[in-house]
């Protein structure tokens, strides 16, 4: 990924005028960009005893093999995701 800035201002009379924008580039298609804005962030505490917890329902066959952990949470007020079909695009955000 590759990102791209610019800024330009005029100085007024009374109040400069300003303009800003950004070029994000995508080197593969399929590729994905998050912006989360206001964001917490949830972990486990007791991650070694629930490893441990784990381990002992693998070891009694009551894990199943398609179960995954989720070890933290990110909750965001707002999150913007563009994935990108096309290589080489460069669209203006």
């Known amino acids: 990924m590759e990102y791209k800035t610019s800024v330009r201002a005029k ?6 005028l ?7 580039g995508f080197a593969d298609a399929g590729a994905l ?3 989360a804005m ?4 949830h972990s486990i505490d ?6 441990e917890s784990i381990l002992r329902l693998i070891k009694d066959g009551k894990w199943r093999s398609e179960w995954r952990l989720v070890m933290n949470l990110l909750h ?10 096309e290589k080489q695009r ?3 955000v």
């Open 11 to 16: 100085a007024g009379a009374d109040l400069p």
């Open 18 to 24: 300003a303009s800003a924008s950004i070029h994000i």
């Open 33 to 35: 960009l998050f912006h």
């Open 38 to 41: 206001s964001c917490s962030k």
């Open 46 to 51: 007791n991650l070694g005893e629930l490893g």
């Open 76 to 85: 965001a007020e707002s999150v913007l995701v563009q994935r990108e079909m």
């Open 90 to 92: 460069s669209p203006l």
